[in-house]
């Protein structure tokens, strides 16, 4: 089944021209599983893990078949509709189609909130032939007349799982009555809870499924561990591991997770006062302000990006080699989408998640998700022995006292850079057990405090 080149798949002309460009000569296995299908004019469920290629997945061949069936566009007319949860991922989609289709000579146009929405306005009225949205501009657009969906002929929705959890499941059904029955569907989703099953069920007819990787699994190329500290000792952590990682790992690039907007501001605000340059993106800032943030990060100008689930989604920046969890996802679904953000387009990284005593069951979740146990990391200066206590004798949640972590305080790691993390960080300790297991800095980086 799996296709040796993109040679092999037939694609048109100035498609091939833009993938060689690229340097894309093979196809990842979504790829070479979806491209067919979706040349065949079949609709398509597909489970692909973040940072497979899924995006090339589905834009390669809506861009062949457009570039073989050239209709012309039509005032306020759309013909290919791409739903995605967040602004984030709509540029980010946008940018693949204008990258893949450059040969062409289709046109593209995006609409989403939080920006002027006349330039949306102006290039719809001409008729675009490839429109990536999220649900609510779209929406919006639609009441005042301004987007004409009666001539869709594909219908996409890309990580459909998120835009569940983001509650827009009554957008997308209304968005879904205004395109024509007869259409082609696409449906993308990174996990396949019910509910993802059950909108497929309702929008696809007669889908061909193709699952790329086992659901809930975390890619095998990310090396991840958990690191049980007090809360009150995160934010030293996260000092400790971010400043090392930016010494030791030039032009490599750290993203922060924070479950709240106001705690990703003030993560930036620590990190920047300890000397590590930072910035946060989140849903309170504006989409300019998100982007421009967002160009740096990308561009290596900025070392460390602090950001919250939803901000992050969309995030493709190849550079990222750490991923830091400051704090568990409320989602267990959501920890999966984060680690993807590192060994993106088959490389490697690395993810710690920090984790204080009332986190243990966010962090049992996880664990049920991935069907794995996360490795525990304790050579750190702000390891929690009791909370591995807790963990071992499957306590849900007990308040720590601070006297008992006495063990590990003061050691000195306000703004220090030899505590480990980036590359610093192995997982020798790895054994083949169920229970927690232990890991170790590399003796290079920093000589064992473990107990
Ligand atoms: P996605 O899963 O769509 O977010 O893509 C993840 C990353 O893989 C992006 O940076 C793509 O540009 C890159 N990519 C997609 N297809 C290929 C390919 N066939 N060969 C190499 N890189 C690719």
């Known amino acids: 089944?799996?296709?040796?080149?993109?040679?092999?798949?037939?694609?048109?002309?100035?498609?091939?021209?833009?993938?060689?460009?690229?340097?894309?000569?093979?196809?990842s296995p979504i790829q070479a599983q979806?491209?067919?299908?979706?040349?065949?004019?079949r609709d398509l469920l597909a489970c692909?893990?973040?940072?497979?290629?899924?995006?090339?997945?589905?834009?390669?061949?809506?861009?062949?078949?457009?570039?073989?069936?050239?209709?012309?566009?039509?005032?306020?007319?759309?013909?290919?509709?791409?739903?995605?949860?967040?602004?984030?991922?709509a540029v980010q989609v946008m940018d693949s189609f204008a990258t893949y289709g450059k040969y062409t000579d289709l046109k593209f146009g995006m609409v989403f909130g939080g920006v002027s929405e006349k330039p949306?306005?102006?290039?719809?009225?001409?008729?675009?032939?490839?429109?990536?949205?999220?649900?609510g501009r779209l929406l919006d657009l639609h009441q005042q007349g301004?987007?004409?969906?009666?001539q869709v002929d594909t219908l996409i929705l890309d990580e459909a799982d998120r835009m569940l959890d983001m509650g827009f499941i009554r957008d997308i059904r209304k968005i879904a009555a205004l395109v024509p029955r007869q259409r082609h569907t696409l449906l993308f989703s990174?996990?396949?809870?019910?509910?993802?099953?059950q909108l497929a069920n309702s929008l696809l007819n007669k889908p061909v499924d193709i699952r790329i990787t086992p659901e809930?699994?975390?890619?095998?190329?990310?090396?991840q561990n958990v690191l049980f500290v007090d809360k009150r000792n995160k934010p030293k952590l996260l000092i400790d591991l971010v400043g090392n990682h930016a010494a030791n790992n030039k032009g490599e690039l750290s993203l922060v997770f924070s479950r709240t907007k106001h705690g990703a501001r003030k993560l930036a605000e620590q990190l920047n006062k300890a000397g590590i340059e930072a910035d946060a993106i989140h849903g309170n800032k504006s989409q300019a302000a998100r982007q421009k943030t967002l160009n740096r990060f990308r561009d290596g100008d900025l070392p460390v990006l602090v950001a919250?689930?939803?901000?992050?989604?969309?995030?493709?920046?190849?550079?990222?080699?750490?991923?830091?969890?400051?704090?568990?996802?409320?989602?267990?679904?959501?920890?999966?989408?984060?680690?993807?953000?590192?060994?993106?387009?088959?490389?490697?990284?690395q993810a710690l998640t920090f984790c204080c005593d009332d986190e243990l069951a966010l962090l049992r979740s996880v664990e049920k998700l991935i069907k794995n146990k996360i490795p525990i990391l304790e050579n750190h200066g702000h390891h929690c022995p009791v909370i591995t206590e807790l963990y071992t004798s499957g306590a849900q949640t007990k308040t720590v006292n601070p006297q008992q972590n006495r063990g590990n305080s003061g050691r000195g790691n306000s703004g220090g850079r030899g505590n480990g993390g980036g590359r610093g960080i192995s997982n020798r300790g790895r054994s083949g057990g169920s229970g927690p297991r232990r890991t170790e800095f590399r003796p290079q980086q920093r000589k064992s405090t473990a107990r």
Do not use: W
């Open 146 to 150: 301004h987007i004409d969906l009666s």
């Open 1 to 27: 089944m799996h296709t040796v080149n993109f040679a092999g798949l037939s694609l048109a002309a100035p498609l091939q021209r833009a993938l060689a460009e690229k340097g894309y000569t093979v196809p």
């Open 48 to 89: 692909a893990q973040t940072g497979t290629g899924k995006t090339a997945a589905f834009a390669l061949p809506i861009l062949h078949q457009m570039a073989h069936n050239p209709r012309k566009t039509f005032r306020r007319g759309v013909r290919c509709l791409i739903l995605t949860p967040t602004r984030e991922l």
């Open 34 to 41: 979806a491209i067919p299908v979706i040349l065949e004019g």
């Open 120 to 135: 949306q306005i102006k290039a719809l009225y001409s008729g675009l032939d490839i429109l990536v949205a999220t649900t």
């Open 308 to 349: 919250t689930d939803v901000a992050a989604r969309g995030i493709d920046v190849k550079n990222i080699t750490l991923v830091i969890n400051f704090d568990l996802p409320m989602e267990p679904e959501a920890y999966v989408h984060r680690i993807g953000r590192t060994a993106r387009a088959g490389e490697s990284g």
């Open 216 to 223: 809930s699994t975390t890619a095998d190329k990310i090396d």
């Open 190 to 197: 990174a996990t396949m809870a019910p509910e993802v099953t």
